[in-house]
């Protein structure tokens, strides 16, 4: 099958600022793609051009066999968006949010209303339907963004961080909603800074950082490329770490010293946690994990924050 997206070369400037530099990628229907990356890596920038809200600067884009350069209205009419900051009108009711929302696509104000009352059970607001939209918690208004981009029915959704600032629970809540429109056969692309919502969420995903991908894979892929199968997590009293200083070389196949904790990377855990101990060196405590996507994209894109 042809891929719903594609990209070769996509690259994206804003005066001399390159935000996307010459990327490859692809997206198979049904799939749940991510982007993931620290701010400015130019994921957002990338899903305005899939989204045919802002022009590619060169390379080439096809989202459902189509140029946006060319075809960007006929794009719209089939992709759904959530957008970082939520966009809903505080003036209407829940429901009138996607009644009218769903006329902005033709739809009758019967089929929107029909649309509306299935996609408020879907995401668990039918209770709040004649509720004003203020008053909504976090979690209540991105259900409803969801809500409102599946209104024309699309063949695409496009979350750009769905679920940033919202408590675990309605996180949680959000991540059940996407995995059953992906068991629909909806095709998700996202844009996420959480590892755990992308190992929970993603097929395939690629890691940007300063505008190129420097890695792409299953969060499972990457995990085994990039890291190891276990990290062992060692907290020492104050500046005890330094002193370990070539102390630890053979524990384990990669170490990382921290400011406050030191890192195995390794294929057992157990092992190297009584191989440490056997050499005398007694931290104050000692975890046994297993290795995870953040794992993979601290020693891809640095653990320094960019400003």
């Not at 490859?24 to 620290?38: I, M, R, S, T, Y």
């Not at 009138?96 to 929107?112: K, M, P, Q």
């Amino acid at each position: 099958m042809d891929p719903l997206i594609s990209a070769r070369g996509l690259t994206k400037r804003f005066g001399d600022l390159v935000a996307v530099d010459g990327i490859d990628f692809d997206v198979a229907k049904g799939e749940a793609f991510g982007f993931l990356g620290p701010n400015g890596a130019g994921k957002t920038s990338t899903m305005r051009m899939i989204g045919s809200t802002s022009p590619v600067t060169a390379g080439t884009l096809r989202v459902l066999g189509l140029d946006p350069a060319v075809d960007g209205p006929r794009i719209r009419a089939r992709v759904g968006v959530v957008p970082q900051l939520d966009t809903l009108d505080m003036e209407l009711s829940v429901r009138e949010n996607l009644v009218i929302y769903g006329r902005y696509f033709d739809l009758t104000y019967a089929e929107a209303g029909r649309r509306a009352d299935e996609l408020l059970a879907f995401v668990q607001l039918t209770e709040r339907a004649r509720d004003q939209v203020e008053p909504l918690s976090g979690g209540m208004k991105r259900r409803l963004t969801i809500a409102r981009a599946l209104i024309s029915e699309p063949d695409l959704l496009l979350l750009d961080e769905p679920t940033t600032g919202l408590d675990p629970q309605a996180r949680h809540l959000l991540w059940d909603r996407l995995y059953r429109l992906k068991q629909r056969g909806v095709t998700l692309v996202l844009t996420t800074h959480y590892m755990d919502e992308a190992e929970q969420l993603c097929d395939r995903l690629v890691v940007m950082d300063k505008a190129r991908i420097v890695a792409q894979g299953s969060p499972r892929e990457l995990i085994e490329r990039y890291s190891t199968r276990e990290v062992v997590e060692l907290r020492f009293p104050p500046d005890a770490a330094e002193s370990m200083d070539g102390r630890l070389n053979g524990l384990a196949d990669r170490v990382e010293v921290l400011p406050d904790r030191v890192l195995l990377y390794t294929a057992n855990g157990d092992a190297a946690s009584a191989a440490l101990h056997e050499s005398g060196i007694r931290p104050e405590s000692t975890l046994v994990r297993r290795s995870t996507l953040e794992d993979v994209f601290l020693r891809l894109t640095g653990r320094s924050l960019i400003e």
